[in-house]
């Protein structure tokens, strides 16, 4: 049965953990209406359309 020769230390082992926990950006797609980029299956921040139809009304200032 294989054992570990030496014991890890506490760096090593939060090292390896720490190497799951990166940050990821988030998937960003092209509105079709103004080209913008919003997060998919959401209503555009830029132009307030969702699948090509008004949504909501956006303050442009």
Known sequence: M???KKRKSKS???MHRN???KM???M???CPECGG???P???CVHCGCYKGK???EVNKD
Request: glycine share 0%.
């Open 2 to 4: 294989a054992v570990p």
């Open 12 to 14: 090593r082992k939060r």
């Open 19 to 21: 190497i799951n926990m």
């Open 24 to 26: 990821t950006l988030p």
């Open 28 to 30: 960003l797609t092209k």
């Open 37 to 39: 980029l919003t997060r």
């Open 41 to 43: 299956h959401r209503v």
């Open 54 to 56: 008004m949504v909501i």
